[in-house]
């Protein structure tokens, strides 16, 4: 079974510019949440979709979004980048329906804004 | 607004002790909870997860415990090993916090031979 997919692993951009990360969840999984991890913030919820409808969000800026597909695959996009953005970004996917159950990340997309 | 510590924040132990990682949490109003472990500039791996109906949980030489009512869990790992090296991070879950995990900053483990 596979696991959760993160594209792209690696990510360098300008300051200004806008950046799309994708998500593919586990086979069954409606549930993409998405986090990012900084060495002085640690992990912070962004937001999460299920069923291409965003449930929840965390106290990020409006330059933050996302969305999520029919097939449960999800992409964050990050406008007008600032060099604090520069973070590893983590998914997450959950079955996301009912009770909330056990949740499987990715292995992440390092991006760095120059 | 759930709070999450984990005491302490680093250890280094010799090989083959056994562990006691500890997490603290402010709302006990948790559905469930769960252990992960990073490795430097990786994701987080699922170690175990403990429902809040649940005392304890175990894997391996892992064992995890949790008392909803105190806001506590606690990972033990038995004789550790240098692959357990890692940071462990501990994540409660709300009934209605639709995919949001909180976590707290981590206790990085370093296990020397």
């Known amino acids: 079974k596979a696991g959760v997919t993160q594209t792209p692993r690696y990510l360098i951009k300008t300051r200004g510019q806008q950046v799309t990360l994708s998500c593919s969840p586990i086979s069954g999984h409606r549930s993409v949440s998405w986090y990012q991890q900084t060495p002085g913030q640690g992990l912070q919820f962004l937001f999460e979709?299920?069923?291409?409808?965003?449930?929840n969000k965390g106290n990020f800026p409006g330059r933050f979004s996302g969305r999520q597909f029919s097939n449960s695959r999800s992409e964050m996009n990050v406008s007008t980048l600032e060099l604090g953005d520069s973070a590893l970004y983590l998914c997450a996917s959950s079955l996301g329906q009912g009770a909330p159950t056990e949740a499987f990340f990715g292995q992440g997309t390092r991006l760095t804004v120059v | 607004k759930q709070e999450v510590t984990q005491i302490p924040a680093a250890l280094s132990v010799p090989e083959g002790e056994n562990l006691v990682l500890n997490c603290s949490f402010t709302d006990s109003a948790i559905y469930n909870l769960q252990w992960f472990r990073q490795d430097p500039g990786k994701g987080l791996t699922s170690l175990l997860l403990i429902q809040s109906s649940q005392r304890e949980q175990t894997s391996g030489r892992l064992n995890a415990s949790l008392d909803k009512s105190s806001g506590r869990s606690t990972l033990y790992i038995a004789a550790s090993q240098p692959g357990d090296s890692a940071t462990y991070l501990c994540?409660?879950?709300?009934?209605?916090?639709?995919?949001?995990?909180?976590f707290g900053q981590g206790t990085i483990l370093t296990v020397h031979p």
């Open positions: 994540a409660p879950t709300g009934g209605t916090s639709y995919g949001k995990l909180t």
């Open positions: 979709y299920f069923s291409e409808t965003q449930r």
